[in-house]
């Protein structure tokens, strides 16, 4: 229990804050569900790093194991989804983390989303210019932010149930970063845990319907997870 106090110790402030960063960057840029579920579960474990000098290790606790369990209700269920081989991109489109980098490619192609990240990061980095830290520390507020920030751009560019909940769920874990600064108690991380867990649930179930669905309706009009 000593190691893992010394780790949540390490990795508590700056550490924890630039992981929390990148991990939502990446869950917005990618449209590779494996590596979107994969930087959500670091995202999951990095809240609970981030507020551990501020809650009870069992409170971080249930927060990082609410969040690895929703990672994996949807990972199980993106497992079941039908698949064929995926077809060759069309006109020499090129790709990158299965995102189109033409300019053509619209509001879901890599260059527009890279400009809608630095367009949330100016609004974060101006809105924290005089932030005066009186109930939520300056650290927590920014990833919290910054969480915010980037899933609601998620949930507005992406269509695909499967890209809209890691969209949903780093809001959700966003706004716990920002509220267990303020509430430490057990009972009230138990409720977001249970409210993590049961939107993933909700996902899980538009993710699945849609592809049995189409599964029944025939092998010709399945596709790939996550497109």
């Not at 929390?20 to 990095?46: K, N």
């Not at 989303?113 to 005089?130: D, K, S």
């Not at 910054?146 to 751009?153: A, Q, T």
């Not at 966003?174 to 409720?191: C, I, S, T």
Request: hydrophobic content about 55%; overall charge neutral.
């Amino acid at each position: 229990m000593d190691t893992f106090s010394d780790i949540l110790s390490f990795m508590a402030g700056l550490p924890s804050l630039i992981g929390l960063i990148l991990a939502a960057a990446i869950i917005f840029l990618s449209a590779d569900w494996r590596l979107a579920l994969g930087a959500l579960v670091v995202q999951y474990i990095l809240v609970g790093m981030a507020l551990s000098p501020f809650v009870q290790q069992e409170v971080v606790i249930v927060k990082i194991l609410a969040g690895v369990l929703a990672a994996v209700i949807l990972y199980l269920s993106t497992r079941l989804i039908p698949r064929t081989p995926e077809p060759e991109a069309a006109g020499g489109t090129r790709h990158f983390l299965r995102l189109h980098i033409d300019w053509s490619a619209g509001p879901l192609g890599l260059p527009l989303r890279f400009l809608a990240v630095l367009l949330v990061a100016l609004g974060v980095l101006r809105l924290f210019q005089n932030y005066q830290p009186t109930l939520v520390p300056t650290d927590l507020a920014l990833a919290a932010c910054w969480m915010g920030g980037m899933g609601l751009l998620g949930l507005v560019l992406s269509g695909d149930p499967l890209r809209v909940a890691p969209a949903a769920l780093t809001i959700l874990a966003g706004f716990d970063l920002a509220y267990a600064g303020l509430d430490q108690n057990l009972a009230v991380a138990g409720f977001f845990g249970a409210l993590t867990l049961l939107a993933a649930l909700g996902f899980s179930y538009l993710i699945l319907v849609p592809a049995f669905r189409t599964s029944q309706a025939g092998p010709d009009n399945r596709r790939e997870p996550g497109e």
